[in-house]
């Protein structure tokens, strides 16, 4: 059995946030896509941090419209999602809308464009 597992199973952690990052904000760390648990700075968290999980599907504030289940949704650096793509791919539509609005999306992980090693 292997002794250098350090987080089994775990899809919660503590990461550094934006300052005023609140619980249930979008939130993007280097390329870890995720959703915040708790305000920055609460719990057990470290000023500067928050409990971010990484797996899931969410109800977000999406702009722009959406045409189809599995439509991209970007990130920006603000940390406003939208159907435009601009900015960093967070997550997966799993609805429509026409505009803007409050859509379900599910969080995607990947590997930037630079280090996608294709056939």
Same mark, same amino acid.
């Given at each position: 059995?292997?002794?250098?597992? %350090?987080?089994?199973?775990?899809?919660?952690?503590?990461?550094?946030?934006?300052?005023?990052?609140?619980?249930?904000? &979008?939130?993007?760390? !280097?390329?870890?896509?995720?959703?915040?648990?708790?305000?920055?700075?609460? !719990?057990?968290? /470290?000023?500067?941090? @928050?409990?971010?999980?990484?797996?899931? /599907?969410?109800?977000? &504030?999406?702009? !722009?419209?959406?045409? /189809?289940?599995? #439509? &991209?949704?970007?990130?920006? #650096?603000?940390?406003?999602?939208?159907?435009? @793509?601009?900015? #960093?791919?967070?997550? @997966?539509?799993?609805?429509?809308? /026409?505009?803007?609005?409050?859509?379900?999306?599910?969080? %995607?992980?990947?590997?930037? @464009?630079?280090? #996608?090693?294709? &056939?």
């Amino acid at each position: 059995m292997s002794v250098n597992d %350090v987080f089994k199973h775990s899809q919660n952690r503590s990461l550094p946030v934006e300052t005023g990052t609140k619980s249930g904000d &979008p939130v993007r760390v !280097g390329i870890i896509n995720g959703v915040a648990q708790v305000n920055e700075g609460d !719990g057990q968290n /470290a000023t500067g941090y @928050a409990s971010i999980k990484s797996h899931g /599907a969410w109800k977000v &504030p999406v702009t !722009g419209a959406v045409a /189809a289940i599995g #439509d &991209p949704i970007y990130i920006s #650096d603000a940390g406003v999602l939208s159907a435009d @793509a601009t900015g #960093d791919l967070w997550g @997966a539509a799993l609805g429509t809308q /026409a505009g803007d609005g409050v859509l379900v999306v599910e969080i %995607v992980q990947h590997a930037p @464009a630079a280090v #996608d090693a294709g &056939p």
